[in-house]
């Protein structure tokens, strides 16, 4: 068995998107409150919020909540802390990043925001080292279906 010389082999790290890449407790309670839909001394956490509106049966405000965060107010969204300084490590040493992740395309309730492109714009604004990509266009995969 011939030793691997350096160069030969490719590293690929395939990524999920939501809750893994980008963190939205803090925009689903800032919403929630613009909203109405919880008290101020709610914890500021998208579980929280989840949970508070699901024991108050108010799953379908939860569900609309869901797919105007992922669309509209998706460009408010952030980060997990480290997540850039881990892309931008991974890159530098020549590992190929992937996201891969189940997204419908758009929400059950409300306005039929496109997931997929709201997703992608926030991609190409915030996994970005001055005008280069953290994560190639063409390594972002949003699919329907968690199959796929």
């Given at each position: ?86 892309l931008k490590f991974a890159r530098n040493k020549g590992i190929v990043l992937t996201i891969m992740s189940h997204k419908t395309k758009h929400p059950f309730l409300g306005p039929k925001y496109d997931l997929h492109a ?31």
């Amino acid at each position: 068995m011939q030793p691997i010389k350096p160069g030969q082999l490719k590293v690929r790290i395939g990524l999920d998107f939501d809750n893994t890449i980008v963190s939205y407790d803090e925009l689903f309670y800032k919403v929630a409150i613009e909203k109405s839909l919880i008290p101020a001394n709610l914890a500021h956490s998208k579980l929280a919020v989840r949970n508070y509106l699901h024991k108050t049966g108010n799953e379908n405000a939860w569900t609309e909540m869901q797919g105007y965060v992922y669309g509209t107010r998706m460009c408010s969204a952030v980060a997990y802390p480290g997540v850039i300084e881990f892309l931008k490590f991974a890159r530098n040493k020549g590992i190929v990043l992937t996201i891969m992740s189940h997204k419908t395309k758009h929400p059950f309730l409300g306005p039929k925001y496109d997931l997929h492109a709201a997703a992608k714009e926030w991609v190409g604004s915030y996994l970005v080292e001055g005008a280069k990509p953290l994560i190639e266009p063409d390594q972002v995969f949003f699919e329907v279906t968690k199959e796929e």
